[in-house]
């Protein structure tokens, strides 16, 4: 990536491409529901924890540092990357759609996921394959919307509402249930199996 760019936006977007092939094709041959309910046994195996059908958010954090990386230290004359980084540190009015586009993104897919949960079976086999295959990579670009332009230096109200010191504990219990989440879906999923 640091010394050739083209290629490494080629791998990028080859890996990025692989997941979302090999989440479709998952999706299509066992059938799986995006409710954790509804979860077959092999969902936890054959899909959930595998690296290749998780890596498409990563790639776009990747994706990010790199045009973070253009913006610091590239020349505006020979990058492009530089030139689209200067477009969202100039203009007020593509930071707040991104700011306002990023927000409604992840709020979105967070409260669908209540009805999609507790419904399943009012969703096809086509939304649960898309769902499942989409919904990682686009939670994410919100995020990357939301939080780009306040990695920029712009968003000051944002940076300073997110450095409040009463976050620091939210964010340790946070990264808590992100380390044991699974545990608890496999119980949960136990328990709707003996159910």
């Given at each position: 990536m640091?010394?050739?760019r083209k290629i490494g936006l080629i791998i990028?977007?080859?890996i990025q491409l692989c997941c979302y092939v090999a989440n479709l094709t998952i999706m299509i041959i066992y059938d799986f529901s995006a409710s954790y309910k509804a979860a077959k046994d092999n969902?936890?195996?054959v899909y959930y924890g595998k690296p290749y059908n998780r890596i498409a958010p990563y790639m776009?954090?990747?994706l990010t540092a790199l045009f973070l990386y253009a913006y610091k230290n590239d020349d505006a004359q020979s990058s492009r990357m530089k030139r689209w980084m200067d477009h969202i540190d100039t203009k007020k009015w593509l930071r707040m759609i991104m700011y306002i586009g990023g927000a409604f993104i992840q709020v979105f897919l967070v409260l669908s996921f209540f009805w999609i949960n507790n419904y399943p079976e009012d969703f096809s086999l086509g939304f649960n394959t898309i769902y499942l295959t989409f919904s990682r990579s686009l939670y994410i670009?919100?995020?990357i919307c939301v939080l780009?332009?306040?990695l920029m230096g712009n968003g000051v109200i944002i940076r300073k509402v997110m450095s409040l010191d009463i976050f620091t504990p939210l964010a340790r219990l946070?990264?808590?249930a992100y380390m044991v989440h699974p545990i608890f879906q496999n119980f949960s999923t136990l328990d709707v199996y003996r159910g």
């Open positions: 640091y010394h050739r990028i977007g080859a969902y936890f195996t776009l954090g990747l670009f919100g995020m780009l332009p306040v946070t990264f808590g």
